[in-house]
């Protein structure tokens, strides 16, 4: 009985499995005790549109190596060639293209060819990597180089790899390998290298590419940067001084709040990039400063950014007072920077300015408190410093001494200014202390003492207080 059972249950489950086979397959579904009509009844479905088929291997003329992970063989031009992506290697097989056994006696040759092909990674592993990790990170006990770092990578070429390799490095532990390894292996060696992760060229460009220092703003303090406006771009600038009222000294040790309370000089600008190295500007100061307009056009044509040695730029302007109506002074400058890595820049910039003019404080909104003053030929070379102290923050300091005619615009010392800086995105703010009211080309070389005709109000207790906006619109 319990045989009987057993058979019929195989029946049975034999007869289910064809139920659902017969069920799950296309075409017309049928149900136990069907009639033929309702079969003939029964409409199939739609025929679903056949996926393109994905071309074999070896219709592309790409056959796999047997007992590899990386080498394939490719047919080109009736010729049969064994690739190793991994050590960069093509070999000739020497076999035409076959068909039958005689192709399959040409994969099996391909695949013996492979095997005696040497394997850069396992020669590494034998050989080298007691010093140089099995990983290639190196050993940091004994300093070897870290060869999945793009900047190590990118800082060695194949031929210097190779040599190393063959003839070892002096001064280090590292031994050539001449006579004790082939060419072809010492090759496969090199190809194995520089297939770990630092050897990804994108990777390596990206290490390689110069670190250089971005300025926040475009100016230091009252000083230029020199740094580029993108084409099409617009850059606005807003400056703030307070000269009236020293910072550390005098009524500021009572309730004018450091001399924020005091009258301010409000200056306000813009700057469109023509192209990515050229760009134009204007710029007005307000009337207790003979309101001036400045008018220029700068030049970039070295940057750090693009590989060179340094940033230079070249800035033409012309200024006139009142409103641009009289007192023209005509101004050319020279900007340099350079970087200290990436968190620090130097800069120097020389200016020659053509019928500059004393710097002085109107005592009314009229005309005819700005008279025509006689003009001098004057050079001044300012020098300033930016150190990022955080990665969005910046100490910054400069000093602009005129070395030509500074006496007849009576300039008794060097303008100098320091500050902090907060770059955020496109946003820069700039808070410090300075002893120069003006912020045009001209006027930024004068000092407090010129302004107020106070010879000592330029003295280090006649430190004021000034900040600078910057904004890049678009």
């Known amino acids: 009985m319990w045989r009987w059972n057993m ?27 069907a009639t033929p009509a309702a079969v003939h009844e029964a409409s199939a479905p739609p025929a679903a549109r056949p996926a393109p088929p994905v071309p074999s291997p070896a219709a592309l003329g790409i056959e796999f190596v047997e007992n590899s992970t990386s080498s ?34 040409a994969k099996a040759s391909g695949s013996a060819l492979m095997a005696s092909q040497p394997d850069g990674a396992a020669i590494f592993k034998q050989k080298c990597s007691a010093c140089h990790g099995a990983d290639g990170k190196g050993v940091s006990a004994i300093h070897t180089p870290d060869f999945t770092n793009p900047q190590v990578q990118a800082q060695i070429t194949d031929q210097q790899m190779t040599d190393i390799i063959t003839q070892g490095k002096a001064g ?20 194995f290298l520089r297939s770990l992760p630092g050897g990804n060229p994108s990777a390596q460009a990206a290490e390689s590419k110069p670190k250089v220092y971005t300025p926040g703003d475009d ?40 001399g924020l309370d005091d009258f301010a000089l409000p200056s306000f600008g813009f700057r ?17 400063i003979a309101r001036p307009i400045q008018l220029m056009a700068a030049y970039n044509f070295l940057d750090e950014q693009d590989g060179q040695h340094l940033n230079a730029a070249v800035r033409v302007s012309i200024e006139g007072q009142n409103s641009f109506s009289r007192n023209y002074t005509e101004n050319l400058e020279g900007v340099f920077s350079r970087s200290l890595r990436s968190r620090a820049q130097l800069y120097f910039v020389p200016t020659l300015s053509l019928n500059d003019h004393r710097l002085f404080a109107p005592n009314s909104f009229f005309s005819s408190a700005i008279p025509n003053l006689p003009g001098y030929n004057t050079l001044s070379l300012g020098a300033g410093v930016a150190l990022d102290i955080r990665p969005t923050v910046a100490l910054v300091a400069e000093v602009i001494p005129t070395v030509v005619n500074g006496r007849p615009l009576e300039i008794h010392r060097p303008a100098y200014s320091f500050g ?55």
Request: hydrophobic content about 35%.
């Open 272 to 288: 469109y990039g023509l192209t990515s190295r050229l760009s134009v500007s204007i710029y007005r100061s307000p009337t207790f």
């Open 172 to 191: 280090t532990m590292m031994a050539g390998w001449k006579g004790k390894l082939t060419d072809e292996e010492i090759a496969t060696v090199r190809g």
């Open 420 to 474: 902090i800086q907060k770059k955020i995105w496109r946003h820069a703010f700039t808070f410090g202390f300075t002893t120069s009211p003006g912020t045009t080309v001209s006027q930024r070389a004068g000092t407090r003492a010129t302004f107020l005709e106070d010879p000592t109000a330029d003295k280090p207790g006649g430190l004021f207080i000034g900040f600078d906006l910057s904004r890049q619109l678009f």
């Open 7 to 33: 058979s019929r249950r195989s029946e049975v489950l034999s007869l289910c499995v064809a139920v659902a086979i017969a069920v799950a397959a296309p075409g017309p579904k049928l149900s136990l005790g």
């Open 219 to 258: 100016l230091l303090f009252s000083l230029p940067t020199g740094r580029r406006v993108p084409r099409h771009g617009l850059i606005v600038n807003f400056t703030h001084r307070f000269p009236y009222t020293p910072a550390f000294t005098g009524p500021a040790k009572g309730g004018s709040l450091m």
């Open 72 to 105: 394939l063989i490719v047919e080109r031009d009736g010729k049969r060639y064994l690739v190793d992506p991994v050590s960069h290697t093509i070999t000739d097989t020497g076999n035409p293209m076959e068909t039958g056994a005689d192709h399959r006696a």
